[in-house]
């Protein structure tokens, strides 16, 4: 097919504005995917890990330094005092009520931490052999812890604890997550729910400066013990803070997938989790399998982790440790995470409405172009019909394009140049007929020239002899009178021959012997011949044809002055007429100066001719009329290449003329 105009517009326009913008397009993707998106997200998750670790350890620190403040109240060692006074029955002259003051007191200050600060599950007091003094006797919520569970934390020596250890080497200490043997769980139904775990702190109770007793100050009397819930340590991660910093991604109606976790020292070990399931599960192992995040965490303080999939979603998330144990923490590592998703989720929200905005561009490019192709082809197609109607001769064909631009232009320019096309053939065809005419009137003239000649003849042959008295004057004058009569009528013939020519008569075919129409049109001429000194020479077979007499005797009459025009210096003219099969063939052949062959192509176009007073029309209307009638007519070179030889053959016609 051919490549159209509307074609090239098309793949103009899509070069032109769809591929910048699908450029544009591309560019802002990559930019918002790369640097806008995961970047920001990642920065972000570095600074939410480092804030969570730091509430953590914040935490932490309050625990630890509450513990120490209880531990150095005056509570503590006055209430292990009183133990053992008792038990060395020193308070034996006491009230049974005021034996037990000190302690009650502090049991009254343990309840009131549980019930005044959140977090702590238990308190416990023991003296320096181990052996509780004073326990909370409430439990989290307020409500007293069940007699069996005060009985069975009585009964119980911590001796063997390490925090009582660290404590009678005169240390701070902390213990890590772990399920405590001391409460029942509070939530038996979920073993893994953060609330069933809990952190020890604990700190030394020691005899203050005594001035009464100096041999005390400093002595190592006890320990203070508390038990922190987990799921103090869990609200920090389920904190607002994370999901609302994330909010932003995935617009207001949905919840970012952003969670946190908690790592023990190891970076392994999953001690609190957005999922509570994954308590105490490792991450090296499986389920979970992702050994990378255990390196990751343990090879830096803070960073990121490599990206990584998990439950079927890749996530980008980032860690920071908290504060080592020797540097009175826990040393764990603090996660963040989010998934892909919602980090690229505006990309793809971007990248969809790209997606849309390049197909309206497109649509409105393709239709727009069709648009401007088919408003500037349609005149462009109606240009070309006119140059074709034009070109098939239809002068009168005008082409109306209205738009103003150069097609337009062009538009009148061509029907401008059509109509001067116009004027100049009516002007050509006025001069084609004038010549015509006077061609016409040429052979008029000289077909009546013909017969005046012997009428002059006569009648000057007539007055001699009547001027000479001559005795056959009578038989002169019957003979002029003879041939006057003979050539006036032939001269009526002429001139109603001519007036038949020059009205608009119909073709008048009828069956004709053409053998005395030559004969005919060669005695016309005899006289010129004979004038030029040329030879006429004739063998004529009867042959008929179809044919209007007056047509082809026009055409022979121009055939033979053609011929004798040739031999200004004589010459012979034969003319033989044959019937050959279905065709008659007439042949003209003069001894006169010949065509050259290059001429020769042109005889028969109108209005070629080589002599001053030719018209050139003769041979094309002979060609016209002999081929009307069916036949063909040719000029060639006379025999030896002397002079020229005109054949006409024309169809034979059965039956009489
Ligand atoms: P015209 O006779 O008016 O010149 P024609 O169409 O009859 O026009 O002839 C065209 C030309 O053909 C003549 O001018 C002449 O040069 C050439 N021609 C025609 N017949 C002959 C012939 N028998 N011999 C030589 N030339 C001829
Ligand atoms: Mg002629």
């Known amino acids: 097919m051919i490549r159209r105009i509307s074609t090239k517009l098309l793949l103009a326009v899509l070069a032109a504005v769809v591929l910048p913008f699908l450029g544009f397009a591309l560019f802002v993707e990559n930019q918002m995917a790369g640097r806008l998106s995961k970047d920001v997200v990642l920065y972000s998750l570095k600074g939410i890990a480092a804030d969570l670790a730091l509430r953590v350890e914040r935490d932490v620190e309050e625990w630890n330094a509450s513990i120490a403040l209880l531990a150095a109240d005056p509570g503590c060692y006055l209430a292990v005092d009183e133990a053992w006074r008792e038990e060395s029955g020193e308070l034996e002259r006491e009230a049974p009520a005021e034996r037990r003051l000190m302690r009650r007191t502090q049991i009254e200050q343990f309840n009131h931490w549980i019930s005044a600060r959140r977090g702590y599950d238990l308190f416990l007091l023991v003296d320096a052999q181990g052996r509780l003094v004073a326990s909370s006797t409430v439990g989290s919520s307020g ?59 604990s700190a030394p109770v020691v005899w203050p400066e005594d001035e009464l007793q100096p041999e005390l100050s400093g002595v190592f009397v006890g320990a203070v013990f508390a038990l922190v819930n987990w799921s103090r340590v869990q609200d920090e991660l389920n904190s607002p803070l994370l999901k609302e910093y994330f909010q932003g991604l995935v617009g207001p109606d949905e919840f970012p997938s952003a969670y946190g976790w908690v790592w023990k020292s190891d970076a392994d070990t999953i001690l609190a989790h957005a999922r509570t399931e994954l308590y105490g599960e490792r991450v090296s192992q499986p389920p979970i399998s992702l050994p990378q995040m255990t390196q990751a965490a343990l090879a830096s303080d803070w960073g990121l982790y490599p990206e990584y999939s998990f439950d079927g979603e890749r996530k980008n998330a980032a860690f920071k440790h908290t504060r080592s144990f020797d540097d009175g923490g826990f040393g764990w590592i603090v996660g963040v995470g989010i998934d892909n998703d919602d980090i690229f989720r505006s990309v793809g929200e971007l990248r969809a409405l790209l997606f849309k905005a390049t197909l309206a561009v497109l649509l409105v490019a393709v239709l727009w172009t069709m648009v401007i192709a088919r408003r500037t082809t349609q005149p462009i197609l109606a240009l070309r019909e006119h140059v074709q109607r034009v070109a098939g001769g239809d002068l009168q064909a005008r082409v109306s394009v209205s738009s103003g631009d150069e097609v337009g232009e062009l538009a009148q320019a061509l029907n401008r140049m059509t109509e001067e096309l116009e004027h100049g053939r009516e002007g050509l065809i006025r001069a084609q007929k004038e010549l015509a005419w006077r061609e016409m009137a040429r052979q008029v003239a000289h077909d009546i020239k013909n017969p005046l000649t012997p009428i002059q003849l006569s009648i000057d042959l007539c007055k001699r002899a009547k001027a000479e008295r001559n005795p056959q004057f009578e038989s002169i004058l019957d003979q002029t009178l003879q041939i006057v009569g003979r050539q006036v009528s032939h001269l009526r013939e002429i001139s109603s021959d001519f007036s038949a020519l020059t009205g608009a008569r119909k073709e008048n075919f009828e069956v004709l012997d053409l053998a005395p129409l030559i004969g005919e049109v060669l005695d016309l001429d005899a006289a010129w011949a004979q004038s030029l000194g040329v030879d006429l020479r004739r063998s004529l077979e009867p042959a008929n044809v179809r044919g209007d007499r007056l047509l082809l ?100 016609a059965g039956g009489a003329a």
């Open 553 to 652: 005797r026009r055409v022979l009459l121009n055939l033979v002055s053609n011929a004798l025009e040739a031999m200004p210096k004589g010459g012979v003219l034969e003319a033989r007429l044959r019937v050959d099969g279905a065709r008659v063939v007439l042949d003209l052949t003069d001894s006169g100066v010949g065509v050259p062959a290059e001429v020769r192509a042109h005889l028969f176009e109108p209005y070629f001719t080589t002599r001053s007073t030719g018209t050139g029309l003769g041979l094309a209307i002979a060609k016209r009329v002999v081929e009307d009638h069916g036949g063909t007519i040719e000029l060639a070179a006379g025999e030896n290449g002397v002079g020229t030889r005109v054949r006409v053959s024309l169809p034979a």
């Open 143 to 201: 409500l007293g812890l069940a007699p069996e569970v005060s009985a069975e934390l009585q009964a119980r020596t911590y001796e063997r604890e390490v925090w009582f250890e660290a404590a009678k080497a005169g240390r701070a200490h902390r213990v890590d997550q772990h399920t405590s043997p001391l409460l029942p769980p509070r939530n038996a139904a979920a073993p893994r729910s953060p609330e069933n775990f809990h952190i020890g702190f």
